[in-house]
């Protein structure tokens, strides 16, 4: 059976990528559920399969937060990447605004795989890596809006 297309398995072969998915628990959240919130521990990363999840960031606004959506994570897409990445807290909320199956994978059990599959290993922390670079890429598309914002307001 070939493997899903995920932004995860990039690179693996299907045995690889179907032991890498077996380390994994399905888990259903259903529409409006929370998979995770800023700064809580961080113990697993997760892996769509169907849904969606909308990250988000608590910005206070008028004496309250509202949730900023900063991207919307599909089917095939990782979230929870500070699972693996220290210090190991959520970056972000992370909410099903549908009903969305995910699978989670905890931290320990990744760890002792990669330990024993060095080559794994490179290819997931590789593809791991480019999550991280996409959202670093929207945050600073956000933050160059911004600062456009405020020297057009500055001089205007």
């Known amino acids: 059976m070939p493997k899903p297309q995920t932004d995860l398995l990039k690179g693996l072969t299907d045995e690889e990528a179907a032991r890498v998915l077996a380390l994994g628990t399905p888990i259903t959240l259903p529409a409006g559920e929370s998979l995770f919130r800023l700064g809580e521990t961080a113990e697993r990363m997760y892996l769509l399969r169907s849904g969606r ?6 910005i206070p606004i008028r004496g309250h937060d509202e949730d900023v959506l900063i991207e919307e994570r599909l089917a095939g897409e990782t979230v929870g990447w500070s699972g693996l990445i220290p210090p190991h807290r959520f970056t972000l909320n992370a909410t099903a605004p549908v009903a969305t ?9 990744l760890l002792e795989h990669f330990a024993a599959n060095p080559a794994v290993a490179s290819l997931v922390m590789r593809n791991v890596a480019s999550v991280i670079g996409h959202r670093l890429q929207v945050f600073q598309t956000m933050w160059t809006r911004e600062m456009q914002r405020s020297v057009e307001l500055k001089y205007s």
């Not at 999840?53 to 608590?58: E, N, Q, V």
């Not at 989670?104 to 059990?109: C, L, N, Q, T």
């Open 53 to 58: 999840i909308h990250l988000t960031l608590p």
């Open 101 to 109: 199956d995910v699978t989670a994978f905890p931290r320990s059990v």
